[in-house]
């Protein structure tokens, strides 16, 4: 009964604070899912859906959405390019890491650790892409078997093969695109052509620059061949677009502008009827290039002019800047110097006004992240003060609880105490038993009240928080689960004063009877109560306390009280 009556109190306190968890769920996957459809094409905005998402997560600690919103919020930071942005992204993506760990998830900890070695690579750090993507291979090498396992390895070799290449380690670059590109070959076969992954693609292309870097022309083109015949197979006409207009640059590179052109013009036919804009005005740009080196300036005019026009069209002013220098030169070239001074203006001016516009978004985005910090702040300063609430009215239940018990005990004992004068003997070594449990109650109370104490004054983590709260439920658990035989007392006694017991028996040679003896003199029971709970005359007491003193090395003149009093503070 008396449990039941406990669980009752702890529910109904804790119930004041239940919300509806699953639709609040539904509503940061609903964040969550806008955050991916306009990350494709306005990544400012989609970071705008992440950090309200961030901010309900924290708020009721979901901890299982938390981690995958501080990994996507990386990967927008990431993208943005700046010092800041990239500081921003390693910090979100060590909090995923923590996060991930802390609730066991494997694969979201490969992600994680992933996505670190390819923001080392954005920013040089060599070393510490291979030493993360390492880790991240590691973690894969014990996962069970899962979907994506294959497409997850491609990843991984494809982004060491990218460290490689740029550390100018070209052979362990092609070795490593070579292992990517097995890998997505495993993962896409017999699937259908639109769940196909173009890992495999990327992974021969890739390898093809690898060995261009080693001199070897050949195998370079055949990795190229490979891959644009691989991605022709597909439906997917932007990427053919987006392949052709990389190659086509590629051989531009290598003085290869015949076969260029023919990569080139196929990425134009590709990306004029789509949406595609800026693919094809990079290809109108190249084909510029092509006809620039072979000095045929018409068809070098007529490919720019295109390219200008298409810019001004749909506002493409980062290549704008670009075509606008590319005119400027073919101008000069023909010798119209007037003509080639505006056009060069207008590139340093477009350029000027586009330096402006990403120190003012900057500033947005800086003055967006403040805000966000300070609600943060809010919001987990409100969580302490409601978390501390939530453990002062559970704690304070079980206190009640406790002092019910404890009056209906005294009120039992008090009424049975009016018995006849026969059983007065018995009666009376009944209330000192009780008496000797109340003390122990107070005590458990005291201790209860300290360790409120220790939560609510010190800065504890989330586990020193946990392990103090399963002390107060201990304690009160075997407070209520108390019986009334002395072998439990005891028991329970040394929950309450764990030390104090372990102190006498290290520091003594006492018996099981010393120790009893020792508990009841420091709970000041009297001589009488002591003799009659041990039913013992009071004279044989007398001889157990003076043996005691002995054991304690105590003059007669000395108090054992006053000293086990002093041995327990």
């Known amino acids: 009964m008396k449990k039941i009556l406990f669980y009752l109190i ?16 539904n509503q940061l996957k609903g964040l969550i899912d806008s955050s991916d459809v306009y990350y494709a094409f306005d990544k400012q905005k989609a970071n705008i859906f992440l950090q309200k998402a961030l901010v309900q997560a924290e708020q009721n600690n979901l901890i299982n959405l938390l981690a995958p919103i501080h990994k996507k919020i990386a990967v927008v930071y990431s993208n943005y390019g700046s010092r800041e ?22 694969t979201g900890v490969f992600q994680v650790l992933s996505n670190s070695a390819n923001l080392y690579n954005q920013q040089g750090d060599y070393n510490q892409a291979i030493r993360y993507n390492r880790w991240a291979r590691d973690v894969l090498d014990v996962l069970a078997e899962y979907d994506e396992l294959n497409l997850d390895k491609s990843a991984s070799y494809a982004t060491a093969a990218f460290t490689y290449h740029n550390l100018k380690l070209y052979d362990s670059a092609v070795i490593n695109y070579k292992k990517a590109y097995d890998y997505a070959q495993r993962y896409n076969l017999d699937k259908p052509i639109e769940k196909k992954s173009n890992f495999e693609v990327y992974s021969l292309a890739n390898m093809g620059q690898s060995y261009l ?20 197979k597909t439906n997917d006409s932007l990427g053919i677009a987006q392949l052709a207009n ?33 693919i094809h005005m990079a290809s109108l740009i190249k084909m510029t290039q092509v006809y620039m080196k072979g000095d045929i300036s018409d068809s070098s005019s007529f490919y720019i002019d295109k390219a200008i026009e ?17 005119k ?25 006004s586009l330096n402006l516009v990403k120190n003012a978004n900057d500033a947005l985005v800086s003055m967006a992240n403040e805000e966000v910090k300070e609600k943060q702040k809010i919001i987990a300063e409100n969580s302490v003060e409601r978390e501390w609430f939530m453990f002062a009215v559970i704690v304070l239940s079980v206190i009640t609880l406790g002092l019910v018990v404890l009056l209906g005990k005294r009120y039992y004992h008090a009424k049975q105490n009016k018995v006849a004068e026969s059983t007065h003997t018995i009666k009376h070594r009944v209330l000192v038993t009780e008496n000797a449990r109340t003390a122990i109650q107070a005590d458990t109370l005291t201790e209860i009240n300290r ?28 407070q209520i689960e108390l019986e009334d035989n002395w072998e439990q007392f005891f028991v329970h006694f040394n ?9 006498l028996s290290r520091t003594y040679d006492l018996s099981t009877s010393d120790l009893k003896l020792c508990a009841f003199i420091i709970m000041n029971l009297t001589n009488k109560e002591i003799a009659q709970i041990l039913n013992i005359t009071p004279a044989s007491l007398h001889v157990m306390v003076h043996r005691l003193k002995k054991k304690f090395d105590l003059p007669k003149n000395k108090n054992v009280y006053q000293f086990l009093k002093r041995l327990a503070n």
């Open 310 to 326: 298409l810019g001004l069209e749909k506002s493409l002013s980062g290549k704008l800047a670009f075509a606008y220098e590319l």
């Open 495 to 503: 929950k309450v004063h764990p030390q104090y017991m372990n102190k």
């Open 328 to 352: 400027a030169k073919i101008l000069e070239k023909k010798g119209d110097s007037v003509s080639s001074l505006h056009y060069y203006r207008l590139a340093d001016k477009l350029e000027d």
């Open 213 to 232: 870097r080693l001199g070897e022309r050949e195998q370079a083109y055949i990795a190229f061949s490979e891959s644009y015949s691989a991605i022709k």
């Open 451 to 478: 360790l409120v104490d220790l939560l609510i004054k010190n800065n504890l983590s989330e586990e020193e928080r946990s392990t103090q709260i399963n002390k107060i439920r201990d304690l009160t658990r075997h």
């Open 85 to 106: 942005d990239i500081d921003k992204s390693f910090y979100h993506n060590t909090t995923a890491l923590e996060l991930y760990r802390r609730i066991g998830d494997s």
């Open 10 to 25: 702890l529910s109904v306190s804790l119930s004041c604070f239940a919300q509806d968890s699953s639709t609040l769920k």
């Open 246 to 278: 990389f190659f086509g640059g590629l051989l531009l590179k290598e003085e290869e502008e015949q076969k260029a052109i023919t990569y080139i013009k196929e990425a134009l036919n590709l990306s004029k009827n789509s949406s595609a804009y800026p």
